[in-house]
């Protein structure tokens, strides 16, 4: 069982260009500024498409499915993992 109750993780994530933040809750649901935004906003939509022309590369968020997120969670879990297993040696 989680001693937190809520973590989050800020990286460069090349899939919108952009600085973003994934929010994982104590019950491992998942949060990400980046993908927030493009679901929610027409604008942030078009703003991605523009700096994927300036950038002459397809920029394509995954949602959920990012690899940045299941590689933040799977470090997440493995930490918590390997905390429950030292707790339970004592």
């Known amino acids: 069982m989680n001693d937190w109750k809520i973590t989050s993780g800020t990286f460069n ?13 104590s019950d491992w649901s998942v949060q990400c500024s980046g993908f927030d935004k ?3 906003s027409h604008r ?19 949602g959920m499915q990012c690899k940045r997120i299941t590689e933040y969670l799977e470090k997440l879990q493995a930490e918590e993992n390997g905390k429950s297993i030292a707790a339970e040696a004592k």
Request: some cysteine; charged content about 30%; glycine content about 2%.
């Open 38 to 40: 493009l679901k929610n």
């Open 13 to 25: 994530c090349g899939a919108v260009a952009d600085e973003v933040t994934v929010i994982v809750k």
């Open 44 to 62: 942030a939509q078009l703003q991605m498409l523009e700096r994927s022309l300036d950038l002459k590369r397809t920029l394509d968020c995954k």
